[in-house]
């Protein structure tokens, strides 16, 4: 059976993360009169006439009635923002923040008290539809609302939901921020190679081609990742070397921890 046509949506920033799920949303046939706000017009030039394009929250048409409304702003852009949205806060409208940070308790206050709110937390991947998302349905989300919003996630990589808000905050650490740790590992793989004096052009490719690749082969296989390393780690081998620094009490494990920790306390400091 097919699915139900999309409603109009209004999402509210269209950047790196917004910009990312609307390209998403509209494989899977976003009507045309959902509306993006965007101060930036360079943001939205790609989805020229596919959505309709407004410059601030002010400009949204009178009377338009969207089933979903994406928050993408950034967190601190939050209370200028989420007060001018407040006359929409009903029953029927579900607010979908992918806002760093930004409590259900604490966007509801100000969207007026009465929001149906979801806080979700993508990652970049998302542009080719490979995102992971984590979500965590507020007080009053329907079944309906909660089905909706699990499409709009499921159109731009995979979805789970968990019941407890506060776990989003290290969900915030690991796979909201964790490409960026993933690009990082590419950026010194390249600049040991280049150490090690290979030719520049060469060790870019060849950092970009192995975290690439590896990634892809994670994706494809069932087994855990400590076993796809173990089959790149032949004894007494030259990977088994590498991995005798990189696995110190003090290296990896201990840095991935204590950076998980940092980027999880960040979160709850921009709570609100
Ligand atoms: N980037 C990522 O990997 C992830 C980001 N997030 C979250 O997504 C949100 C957006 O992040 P990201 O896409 O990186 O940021 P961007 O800065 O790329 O996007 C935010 C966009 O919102 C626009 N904007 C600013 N004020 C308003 C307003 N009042 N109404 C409508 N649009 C507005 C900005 O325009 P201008 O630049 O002109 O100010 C900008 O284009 C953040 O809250 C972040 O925590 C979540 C998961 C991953
Ligand atoms: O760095 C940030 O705050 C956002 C949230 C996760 C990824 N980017």
């Not at 349905?137 to 968990?162: H, K, N, T, Y």
């Not at 990977?239 to 990189?246: Q, Y």
Request: with cysteine; glycine share 10%; aromatic share 4%.
């Amino acid at each position: 059976m097919s699915e139900p046509a999309l409603p109009p949506l209004l999402l509210i920033g269209c950047g790196k993360m917004g910009g990312a799920m609307l390209a998403g949303w509209l494989e899977l046939g976003l009507p045309p009169e959902t509306v993006v706000v965007e101060p930036n017009a360079a943001a939205v030039s790609a989805f020229a006439g596919r959505v309709r394009h407004v410059a601030s929250i002010a400009e949204i048409p009178a009377g338009f009635a969207p089933a979903a409304i994406i928050l993408a702003t950034k967190p601190q852009e939050a209370p200028n923002a989420l007060p001018a949205l407040a006359h929409l806060a009903k029953p029927e409208v579900v607010f979908l923040s992918i806002m760093a940070g930004r409590t259900i308790g604490g966007m509801n206050a100000m969207l007026g008290g009465k929001a149906r709110i979801i806080r979700a937390m993508p990652n970049t991947p998302a542009a080719l539809r490979l995102g992971f998302t984590v979500a965590c349905a507020g007080p009053g989300v329907s079944a309906e609302q909660r089905a909706l919003s699990d499409r709009l996630l499921g159109a731009i990589g995979e979805a789970a939901w968990v019941e407890e808000e506060g776990l989003i905050d290290p969900v915030t650490a690991v796979s909201g921020g964790g490409p960026a740790y993933v690009f990082l590992l590419a950026e010194v793989m390249e600049q040991a190679a280049l150490a090690q004096g290979l030719p520049a052009d060469l060790a870019r490719r060849m950092a970009r081609a192995t975290v690439a690749g590896s990634g892809a082969l994670l994706g494809a296989s069932t087994e855990d990742a400590a076993q796809l390393r173990r089959n790149v780690t032949s004894p007494k081998g030259t990977t088994e070397r590498a991995l005798a620094v990189l696995m110190r009490e003090e290296a990896w494990p201990a840095l991935m921890q204590e950076a998980i920790e940092a980027a999880t306390a960040r979160s709850r400091e921009l709570a609100g």
